[in-house]
């Protein structure tokens, strides 16, 4: 079974420039998370979807973050503008419904904003 | 606010030795207790969790040792192999959002053969 899929792996951007990352999470998991992991840190939740509605992006920096999950399977992730300390792994992440199920995390997309 | 203290930030040990690695946590509504490996380059995976209920969980060379008075947990690893070379992250999920995570700021473990 494929796990979480997410792309591009790495991105490189000027700050200012939009930047948007892509997920495909497990077949059947309705739960879906973005992470932002900074470098030598543990992940920090930006938003968790159930199905496509956010029931937690309290986070989520929504002066230049966004978010979307539409039919509630693949979701985008958007910084616009993005600066320099956007830099880090933002990784997603996904469950079945239901009380601590395993999260599956993808390999993560690094972003440098330079 | 680091509502997961993780330590140490780094660990070294031989091949064989019995790292642990600890976490401290305040919050007392949390009761989910899982920890996560992961290898550069690739996201955390779970690996072994713990609900208060018990004080020790073990799965193969992984042990979860709980203690709830002190609001403390930690991982040992028995027998530890180079392939165990990973950053740890414990984290901690509270009873009205169990589906929240947050993590400690992970242990880089480096096993030397």
């Known amino acids: 079974e494929a796990g979480v899929v997410q792309s591009p792996r790495y991105k490189i951007i000027e700050k200012k420039q939009p930047v948007a990352f892509w997920c495909n999470p497990i077949?059947?998991?309705?739960?879906l998370y973005w992470y932002r992991q900074n470098l030598g840190q543990g992940p920090e939740l930006l938003i968790r979807y159930e199905n496509e509605e956010a029931v937690d992006d309290s986070q989520l920096p929504k002066d230049r973050f966004s978010a979307e999950r539409l039919k509630g399977v693949d979701s985008t992730l958007k910084i616009q503008p993005a600066e320099l300390g956007d830099s880090a792994v933002y990784l997603c992440?996904?469950?079945?419904?239901?009380?601590?199920?395993?999260?599956?995390f993808g390999p993560g997309t690094r972003l440098t904003v330079l | 606010q680091q509502q997961v203290k993780q330590s140490p930030q780094s660990l070294i040990v031989q091949k064989g030795g019995i790292p642990i690695i600890n976490c401290a946590y305040e919050?007392?509504?949390?009761?989910?207790f899982p920890w996560y490996q992961q290898f550069p380059g690739k996201g955390p995976a779970l690996l072994i969790a713990?609900?208060?209920?018990?004080s020790e969980k073990k799965e193969g060379r992984f042990t979860i040792s709980f203690n709830k008075s002190a609001k403390q947990f930690s991982l040992h690893i028995m027998d530890s192999q180079p392939g165990d070379s990973a950053t740890y992250f414990c984290a901690a999920s509270p009873d009205y959002n169990f589906n929240k995570f947050y993590f400690g700021s992970g242990t880089k473990l480096n096993v030397k053969p």
């Open positions: 992440a996904s469950s079945l419904r239901g009380n601590y199920n395993e999260q599956f």
């Open positions: 919050n007392t509504a949390f009761d989910y």
């Open positions: 077949s059947g998991h309705n739960t």
């Open positions: 713990i609900r208060p209920d018990v």
